[in-house]
């Protein structure tokens, strides 16, 4: 028995132990995730989505976590936010066994709305999407089924495209040529356009803490403001009195001089009023007077003028009847 106790006190510490084992650290780990991995921090295509798409960080992994593989989550974010309902609602649908067309179709969007204008088409993938377009007039496009294969290569072209400014044509070459929306994703981060992204999200980043900054500031300059209030209103009260007292000597001086002035120019003017009465009257009596001459040598000149009329008459009449005389004598002449 004792043998037996003996045993068992051996083999319970070491099936323990075995079961202990604790793996070697490894600081840079890649854990595969169907496609997508993480890097010591959340993938990078993760973090897009969630930028592009204006929902939090959570909700990507939430739809990951539903079993929704990473290159159809775009599709997931774009209905939700275009027909404007939860993620688990499409989740649901999309588990259930339904096409990404009648979810769409379900939530009142058409086909139309997954085209994405381009240049030019490269590529199989994206002929047989945009082939429906091209073949179809718009007012046709209603009639279009897209297969989900289509759907997610259209939501991603138009995610990577406008979420970095990337050229849509790059993105059919790279898909065309076999690689995943992950790995299309990661070179448009790193081209000259995700560079400037990348300078825009640290400014994004720094802004926080600039209006924090700022915000400080602003309390900063308040608190001196309102230290110094009543220091500088004291002042105010004493400054003033003390220049209305410094004042007052000249703007009495001064108001002086004025009156002095004003005084001297009425004193001036006076006795040009008391002149300027008579001879006022002297001037309207001038012009009576001047009147009154021209009225009266008008009247002499029509008299004069009537009386050479009247004396012409006179002095023309016996010349007058003296012809007639003349004339009748000449007549009885002729007639005997």
């Known amino acids: 028995m004792n043998k037996i106790s003996a045993l068992l006190l051996l083999t319970i510490p070491l099936t323990l132990l075995s079961g202990c084992v604790v793996a070697p650290s490894q600081p840079h780990s890649r854990i595969d995730m169907g496609g997508s991995f993480v890097n010591g921090d959340l993938n990078s295509f993760y973090f897009s989505l ?29 209905i939700s936010q275009r ?50 377009y091209q ?13 989900d294969d289509d759907v997610v ?56 803490a600039m209006q ?22 004291q002042e105010r009260e004493t400054r003033q009195p003390e220049r209305r007292d410094a004042r007052e000597p000249a703007v009495q ?3 002086q001089e004025k009156e002095t002035r004003q005084q001297e120019r009425k004193v001036v003017r006076e006795p040009e009023k008391l002149q300027g009465v008579p001879d006022k009257a002297s001037r ?16 002499q000149k029509k008299e004069s003028s009537k009386k050479r009329r009247s004396d012409d008459e006179d002095s023309t009449e016996p010349q007058n009847n003296k012809g007639r005389g003349a004339r009748r004598e000449v007549d009885e002449g002729q007639v005997r």
């Open 50 to 78: 969630g930028e592009y798409y204006r929902v939090p960080e959570r909700d990507v992994i939430f739809i990951r976590e539903r079993r929704i593989p990473d290159h159809e989550i775009p599709v997931v974010l774009f």
């Open 83 to 132: 027909a404007r309902v939860t993620p688990s609602a499409i989740i649901n649908l999309r588990l259930s066994g339904s096409s990404w067309m009648d979810i769409s179709l379900r939530f009142g969007l058409g086909p139309d709305v997954y085209y994405v204008p381009v240049q030019s088409v490269y590529g199989s993938p994206y002929t047989h999407a945009y082939g429906h």
């Open 212 to 233: 924090q900054e700022r915000r400080e500031k602003e309390t900063r300059q308040s608190e001196r403001r309102d230290e110094r209030a009543p220091v500088m209103q």
């Open 284 to 299: 309207q009596q001038e012009r009576k007077e001047t009147r009154e001459s021209a009225i009266q040598q008008d009247q």
């Open 253 to 255: 001086q001064e108001r």
């Open 153 to 208: 290569n259209l939501v991603n072209l138009r995610f990577i495209s406008e979420r970095y400014g990337y050229p849509a044509e790059e993105v059919m070459r790279m898909r065309s040529s076999g690689k995943n929306f992950m790995n299309i994703n990661d070179e448009a981060r790193r081209s000259n356009k995700g560079s400037e992204y990348r300078q825009q999200e640290r400014r994004d980043g720094r802004e926080p």
């Open 135 to 147: 073949n179809r007039n718009r007012n046709e496009w209603q009639k279009i089924r897209l297969a």
